[in-house]
């Protein structure tokens, strides 16, 4: 019995969309504003856990070919690393530190280290939200 | 370290050596090499006679633990110089014995043997000589484990396993107990060190833990010692081979106790307490032992229950000398230290008698194959020699004229009788007790040294009953027991030979600061002493003890000597299976294996603990001033939160449980948003979201078996339980408000509002708070989740197949 989901496609693709700009937005608003690494991953698993539902897990993930096993390992390494680099300059472990930098398009640009120590977060939040939501999923037995 | 330290030590040494020799030499019996040892260390021991007998001493030092206190010292005077002697001359006597006694190479684990041997050689050596009571604990329980181990030596038998396990139980419980003793001495007086302890004997005297030390210290003596009511294990350990049983159970190990006892007479002596608890026990195990002893049928049985009479006969005496604490001898004479003379003097001679009977009747098993005096008889022609020498132990043993059990026993009678003429701690009534017992308990012994003795070389042979054709033993079984039993015509005839050179500065070491400084013991001990009090009561045990043996067999068929057993194997026996049984039913009965038990315990347990602290502490403060106004918002949310909460455990339907679920988590979400906290309300929605999704997800996994519907059990515990935890956290959380008005500690938000952009260039606190102030909290944190979603993936994927019990 095969349904006619088009409603439910169509609607999806354009609110996904919507939903990772948003996370996305969560995500960089962070520092000064609510949202964070935190907030932002649970939004943008929520995105990616919409086209899963609404399309079967086999198609999306040929579309999205991420493996969320390592998504997390490269998240602990964002964060551990930024610790360590603070160490590295012989500062305590996690110091962190901001800078206004001029760049040629973009203008003036606030940057900061606790960025990359979020943006950690926010990769394993979305690897472990997806992780075991799709591996309880799958389970057949 | 010194050459003393060393000779501790050598037993140990050579201990390890022992297998090498056992395995790579097998022509020659290991024995050969392990008995060079206590014969070079008793001809070393010797040396130090007249050192010691001239009434000096020697210490030497050799720090261990000295942060603490603990110095393996050594200190050598009269006492410790007689047991180790004891310990040397008869170990090398035991060695000889045991090469013809187990002689064969082969059958026998002869490198096992000789190493717990050696180990409790050196143990013992280790308690005698040492001056440090933490030492003399540590080789204590050395003795006590190789004491096991040679019990259990055949350890395919199922009887020495159980003596074994006996004798471990009851010594090592007394030996707990005495370092609890000797903790509580080191708490008076600061210091582990024997002779300091004695120096400060006057201090310690009128502490209040005084007598909690006495007592845990006599719980170790008497434990080791076999006294009443703590003898149960030594009949039982008999199952050991004669040679352990020889060594071990009559000449050194039983006496360690003793020479605890007579050790710390210094430190205790004084009080009223040690006289009647050492006198009375010993006393009471004097009669008790020689009584039980003529209902045995095993000879080894009864020379155990001899032993522990003997045993009980020294420790009273060394009871009854420490009456002279109490007495200046100047003026009083000799009277009351003739106690601590005749325990000394018992001690030697007891040593000798009861080494040789362990091994003539070592030797009448070995010939025979039995040991049961029912089936011996008539060995008289057939084992001369063995005869003989039996005759010599038995009549020491039984107090006769002209060997040196005669002699200590006159003393005995003395001290006894010198014991109603004591005008102290109620003696002048209750004393008349003492030589009544020791009179009776002396013709028990007489008629129970009379049967082992009769029964075993008189009447008629019975070859029929005997396994082995009977024939005198070999000279290496005999040479043991024959110069065991010359030692006990020698010190019968010549009993001064010992009265100088050792008596004299052991009574001084029992005794010390009751003769006045350069004073002597003056010790003659002879054979006639007059038609005196005393020659009367022996002339009336012989006479008695005759009357007792003869009528034996018109009472042996009463129950009394049909049971052989001990009446108090029965309490020991029964606690065993008690203990047992009863921590079976308190481990049943909480160890439900329900998770929903443990769950009450715990909820039981915090109420418990917290409403203990709260009343007792008087911590309740309900303070409705400083509370912040209420808005409706929160009035409504509190009141559908309460409503979903309350409804929450009456709903029958897994699905709609889930979703009231999911309900409370929005309603938390929104509560965030009221007390503005947009970060937690936006992470609170999306988790319970995500709550839900996973629960739903597990739903469909449930098995389909357990699908039915189902309304929870009302459970009235549960009901109690519950509420009583949430009145407890409630009124924790009411009174900390309150008290933190009342005690106003400065919060550090302060810090956080001002610093955020400043310090941290960020205006969300919350944000910065996470990945900048606390930034090692958050790294840890998504460590958590992902070891969780790593767990998760374990779980699924990688799927035991069989029916594993994880």
Redesign the interface.
């Known amino acids: 019995m095969k349904k006619n989901l088009l409603m439910l496609h169509t609607i999806t693709r354009i609110v996904a969309f919507i939903i990772l700009s948003f996370s996305v937005f969560?995500f960089f608003a962070?520092?000064?504003?609510?949202?964070?690494?935190?907030?932002g991953g649970?939004?943008t698993?929520?995105a990616l856990?919409l086209l899963y539902v609404s399309f079967d897990i086999k198609s999306i993930k040929k579309v999205i070919p991420f493996n969320?096993?390592t998504m997390?390992a490269v998240?602990?390494l964002f964060?551990?690393g930024?610790?360590v680099a603070s160490m590295l300059r012989g500062f305590p472990?996690?110091t962190?530190f901001?800078k206004y930098v001029t760049f040629p398009i973009l203008g003036k640009v606030?940057l900061?280290t606790?960025l990359p120590?979020?943006l950690?977060?926010y990769l394993?939040?979305v690897?472990?939200?997806l992780?075991?939501?799709l591996?309880?999923?799958e389970?057949d037995? | 370290m010194s050459l003393l330290h060393l000779v501790v030590l050598a037993p140990f040494v050579l201990a390890i050596l022992v297998p090498f020799l056992f395995k790579y030499i097998r022509q020659v019996h290991t024995g050969w090499f392990v008995m060079i040892l206590p014969l070079t260390l008793f001809i070393y021991f010797i040396q130090y006679l007249p050192i010691i007998s001239r009434g000096d001493t020697i210490h030497e030092q050799q720090p261990w633990v000295p942060s603490l206190g603990m110095h393996f010292d050594i200190y050598l005077d009269g006492l410790s110089l007689l047991f180790a002697l004891l310990i040397t001359g008869i170990g090398t006597l035991v060695v000889l014995y045991s090469i013809y006694y187990l002689y064969n190479k082969k059958k026998e684990a002869l490198g096992n043997f000789y190493v717990y041997l050696l180990m409790f050689m050196g143990a013992m050596l280790g308690v005698v000589l040492s001056d440090n009571l933490i030492v003399i604990y540590v080789f204590w329980e050395l003795t006590s484990l190789a004491s096991s181990l040679l019990i259990a030596y055949w350890f395919h038998k199922e009887r020495s396993r159980y003596g074994a396990q006996k004798s471990m139980l009851i010594t090592v419980s007394g030996g707990f107990a005495m370092l609890a003793g000797f903790s509580l001495l080191y708490v008076m007086t600061n210091t582990f060190s024997i002779r300091e302890i004695i120096s400060q004997a006057d201090v310690i005297i009128t502490n209040p833990l005084f007598i909690p030390a006495m007592l845990c210290v006599l719980a170790g003596a008497f434990t080791k010692s076999a006294q009443f009511p703590f003898h149960i294990w030594l009949p039982d350990a008999m199952e050991a081979p004669t040679p352990v049983s020889a060594y071990l159970h009559s000449a050194t190990m039983v006496k360690a106790g003793i020479y605890l006892v007579a050790r710390l007479t210094p430190v205790f002596g004084a009080a009223p307490q040690w006289f009647w608890i050492v006198s009375g026990f010993g006393i009471f195990t004097l009669i008790w032992g020689s009584i039980s002893a003529i209902r045995q049928k095993d000879l080894k049985a009864i020379l155990a229950f001899g032993t522990i009479s003997q045993l009980g006969l020294i420790m009273s005496l060394i009871g009854l000398g420490s009456a002279a604490f109490h007495y200046d001898v100047a003026v009083v004479g000799t009277l009351y230290y003739t106690a601590t003379l005749a325990a000394v003097f018992h001690l030697i001679n007891h040593a000798t008698f009861k080494g040789s009977l362990f091994m003539i009747v070592g030797i009448v098993d070995h010939e025979t194959g039995t040991r049961d005096i029912r089936k011996l008889g008539g060995l008289m022609t057939i084992m001369p020699i063995t005869f003989t020498v039996a005759l010599i132990g038995t009549l020491s043993m039984a107090g006769i004229p002209p060997f040196n059990g005669f002699l200590s026993k006159e003393m005995f009678f003395t001290a006894a009788i010198n014991a109603t003429t004591l005008d102290i701690f109620n003696m002048q009534t209750l004393g008349i007790l003492f030589p009544i017992i020791a009179w009776v308990a002396s013709i028990f012994t007489f008629a129970y040294c009379m049967l082992m003795f009769v029964r075993t070389f008189l009447g008629k042979f019975k070859p029929e009953k005997l396994e082995k054709e009977v024939h005198e033993a070999p000279i290496g079984l005999l040479i043991p027991p024959i110069i065991l039993a010359s030692l006990v015509i020698i010190f019968g005839l010549f009993p001064n030979l010992l009265a100088y050179t050792i008596i004299e500065p052991t009574m001084a070491s029992i005794l010390p600061n009751v003769l006045a400084e350069g004073e002597r013991f003056y010790v003659n001990i002879y054979h006639w002493h007059g038609f005196n009090t005393e020659l009367f009561m022996t002339i009336g045990v012989v006479l008695f003890g005759a009357l007792v043996f003869l009528n034996l067999k018109k009472w042996s068929e009463t129950t009394f000597f049909l049971k052989e057993r001990d009446p108090l194997n029965w309490v020991y026996d029964n606690s065993l299976v008690w203990i047992v049984s009863g921590s079976t039913k308190v481990t049943n009965m909480q160890m439900t294996g329900l998770l929903r038990d443990y769950f009450v315990f715990m909820g039981v347990f915090i109420v418990g603990l917290m409403g203990y602290t709260m009343v007792k502490y008087n911590i309740f403060a309900i303070d409705l001033v400083n509370i912040a106004e209420v808005s409706p918002y929160v009035f409504i949310l509190v009141i559908v939160l309460l409503a979903t909460t309350v409804l929450l455990p009456f709903i029958s339907h897994r699905i709609t449980a889930i979703i009231a679920t999911g309900v409370i988590g929005f309603l938390v979400a929104l509560l965030f948003v009221v007390f503005r906290a947009?970060?937690l309300a936006?992470?609170q929605l999306?988790?319970e979201?995500?709550m839900v999704?996973?629960f739903l997800?597990?739903f469909y996994?449930l098995p389909e078996l357990r699908k039915e519907k189902f309304t929870p059990r009302f459970k009235l515990t549960n009901l109690l339980v519950s509420i009583g935890v949430g009145a407890v956290v409630t009124l924790t959380a009411l009174s900390a408000h309150a008290m933190s008005y009342a005690n106003p500690i400065q919060s550090i938000s302060e810090y956080f509002i001002e610093n955020s952009y400043e310090l941290?260039?960020?205006?969300?606190i919350?944000?910065?708070i996470?990945?900048?102030f606390r930034?090692?909290d958050?790294?840890l944190e998504?460590?958590v989740?992902?070891i969780?979603?790593?767990g998760?993936?374990v779980l699924?994927?990688l799927?035991m197949t069989g029916g594993e019990d994880v």
Do not use: C, E, W
Request: avoid cysteine; aromatic fraction near 4%; charged fraction near 10%.
């Open positions: 969560l962070g520092h000064n504003n609510p949202g964070g690494g935190f907030i649970l939004m698993a929520a856990l969320y096993t997390i998240g602990m964060a551990i930024t610790g472990f996690l962190q901001d606030h900061t606790a120590f979020d950690g977060v394993v939040v690897g472990v939200t992780l075991s939501i591996t309880i999923a389970d037995a | 947009p970060d936006l992470t999306l988790v979201t995500v999704v996973l997800l597990a996994h941290a260039a960020g205006k969300n919350v944000n910065v996470l990945v900048d930034g090692l958050t790294m998504i460590l989740l992902a969780a979603a790593l998760i993936v699924v994927k799927r």
